[in-house]
């Protein structure tokens, strides 16, 4: 089993920056993808950015040039750093993992809780 608890979120104006950090803990040698995905009251939940084991990493297209998604493997800890934050980047940002590339069908089995950003106009 893997454990993944998610900090870093908060409120922050417009044209602000965040960095959200997931710490890993358990079997984290299985761990090839991870990820971070974020659901909008009302909205369905979407991937905003992932990297596997091999640093090769994804982008959705409205945070491409705006985050950056980072792993430090000594750590077990997955990074997302939000630059030019927008007011419809507010969403609970939730961290997940797996044992596969991020490419393949359902990678990812363990889910943090989430922390909450809020971004104000």
């Known amino acids: 089993q893997v454990q993944l608890v998610e900090s870093g979120g908060g409120l922050v104006q417009a044209g602000g920056s965040l960095r959200l950090s997931c710490a890993a803990s358990?079997?984290?040698?299985?761990?090839?993808?991870l990820a971070w995905y974020r659901q909008a009251p009302g909205k369905e939940r979407e991937l905003v950015a992932a990297?596997?084991?091999?640093?090769?990493?994804y982008y959705t297209r409205p945070v491409k040039g705006r985050f950056t998604v980072s792993r430090d493997n000594a750590k077990n800890t997955l990074y997302l750093q939000m630059n030019s934050l927008k007011p419809e980047d507010t969403a609970m940002y939730c961290c997940?993992?797996?044992?596969?590339?991020?490419?393949?069908?359902?990678?990812?089995?363990?889910w943090g809780q989430g922390t909450q950003v809020t971004v104000s106009s």
């Open positions: 997940a993992a797996g044992d596969r590339g991020f490419g393949e069908p359902d990678p990812f089995h363990y």
């Open positions: 358990g079997c984290t040698s299985i761990l090839n993808a």
């Open positions: 990297i596997d084991s091999g640093g090769l990493t």
